[in-house]
């Protein structure tokens, strides 16, 4: 699958293009130059994805933002405070919310509402983002062409768990994030590939 329009910033940071405009999730640690954010999407309060100093670099005016609600208050501009299980309609883009939280460990309470996002495209094409997660009963019934996991371990999944999470729900292709920094390594990722029985991109972070 073509995947040129997905760009891994390092962990769990991505820019997505979508024609001319500019998609951001969980941006942090930036480097270089990047086009300004005509949308940020924010999974959780975790310092290593909701990063104002981050935000700062690539907002305008005119960023639209999705955030939990226990963080939607500290952005500024069009900002829509997201619960998990909803559907939003922002001009072309449909943007489906979905439950992020671990099992048996205590870093993303499913109480916090804290969410990854399927992202429609204005192609059609749906990339979902998981956001901190283990594999749970609400990632089953998503359904994406491309899926951005964790496989780090300790916080989120380990590689083996994300390879079997995208054999149930089935991606076309995934994406493995959250490794090279703080916890997990490219191992973690080839793990994941080994487990999982459709593609596996392994993406070398862009950091400009």
């Known amino acids: 699958m073509n995947h040129s329009h997905v760009h891994w910033l390092g962990h769990s940071s991505f820019r997505i293009e979508d024609g001319a405009t500019q998609l951001y999730i969980d941006p942090w640690k930036l480097g270089g130059t990047l086009p300004a954010a005509d949308l940020i999407f924010l999974t959780h309060a975790h310092y290593d994805h909701f990063s104002i100093e981050d935000i ?113 729900f089935k991606p076309q292709a995934v994406i493995p994030m959250h490794w090279g920094d703080i916890v997990g390594t490219k191992a973690d990722a080839e793990e994941l590939q080994k487990v999982f029985q459709g593609e596996t991109i392994i993406k070398m972070p862009e950091k400009g």
């Open 56 to 168: 700062a670099r690539i907002k305008k005016d005119t960023t639209v933002f999705f955030a939990p609600k226990d963080i939607a208050y500290q952005l500024k501009g069009t900002v829509i405070a997201v619960s998990p299980g909803e559907l939003y309609n922002v001009s072309e883009l449909k943007v489906k919310t979905v439950h992020a939280y671990n099992i048996g460990k205590k870093f993303h309470p499913k109480q916090n509402n804290w969410v990854g996002y399927v992202i429609a495209l204005s192609t059609g094409q749906r990339i979902y983002h998981s956001g901190d997660t283990d594999f749970t009963p609400e990632m089953r019934s998503v359904v994406t062409e491309f899926a951005l996991l964790p496989c780090g371990g300790t916080y989120t999944m380990t590689g083996k768990e994300a390879g079997e999470a995208a054999n149930v």
